[in-house]
T-cell receptor, first 112, second 118 residues
Framework: DTEVTQTPKHLVMGMTNKKSLKCEQH?????MYWYKQKAKKPPELMFV???????INESVPSRFSPECPNSSLLNLHLHALQPEDSALYLC???????????FGPGTRLTVL | AQSVAQPEDQVNVAEGNPLTVKCTYS??????LFWYVQYPNRGLQFLLK??????LVKGSYGFEAEFNKSQTSFHLKKPSALVSDSALYFC????????????????FGAGTQVVVTP
């Protein structure tokens, strides 16, 4: 089973709101990733966690705050976002860092 | 540094005809190569990968890809396309060398939209 789940599927938020995206996998993977994807473009890496520790931060603005509470869960906390942050946010996991990544269905985020 | 080029924004093919989606790559060392497919409003779905060994890699849904080291290419192929193969296809590369800054990061190509007409 190579399933990564993400909630919610859709999220609409104002620029002053605080919200969180959730990602979960039960494959025993120890690396988890957040990507941002604009329409018809490739995913852009945001953060990587390896063994629950932040391994890569691709110079993402501080209004995005990742959290990895345990090896199965990955959150992305959102605060004071801008309309240009509207995108599909994808979570992925891999057995360990640098192995094949498996993606979740994504959360479609709209910032008003 | 690592990079991937998908030279075609869109590939149009009639159902039943062979489908080829092109990909060339550049890495400082030896590559790991991947193909993913994305259907509208969905996440990326893993199709196949080249790690080592046989240059012809077989993947899901009848897709295969051929690794060509001399041409630094990894083209995706399907002998007989289906309308349901219409989607956005991404090639991705990762450098094997642990010493590079990009180790662990997938570099995606720009994507190729495949349109299969009945």
């Amino acid at each position: 089973d190579t399933e990564v789940t993400q909630t919610p599927k859709h999220l609409v938020m104002g620029m002053t709101n605080k919200k969180s995206l959730k990602c979960e996998q039960h494959m025993g993977h120890r690396a988890m990733y957040w990507y941002k994807q604009k329409a018809k473009k490739p995913p852009e890496l945001m953060f990587v966690y390896s063994y629950e520790k932040l391994s890569i931060n691709e110079s993402v603005p501080s209004r995005f705050s990742p959290e990895c509470p345990n090896s199965s869960l990955l959150n992305l906390h959102l605060h004071a976002l801008q309309p240009e942050d509207s995108a599909l946010y994808l979570c992925a996991s891999s057995q360990v860092l640098a192995n094949t990544q498996y993606f979740g269905p994504g959360t479609r985020l709209t910032v008003l | 540094a690592q990079s991937v080029a998908q030279p075609e924004d869109q590939v149009n093919v009639a159902e039943g005809n062979p489908l080829t989606v092109k990909c060339t790559y550049s890495v400082s060392g030896n590559p790991y190569l991947f193909w993913y497919v994305q259907y509208p409003n969905r996440g990326l779905q893993f199709l196949l990968k080249y790690i080592t060994g046989d240059n012809l890699v077989k993947g899901s849904y009848g897709f295969e890809a051929e690794f060509n080291k001399s041409q630094t290419s990894f083209h995706l192929k399907k002998p007989s396309a289906l309308v349901s193969d219409s989607a956005l296809y991404f090639c991705a590369v990762r450098d094997r060398a642990r010493t590079t800054d990009s180790w662990g990061k997938l570099q995606f190509g720009a994507g190729t939209q495949v349109v299969v007409t009945p």
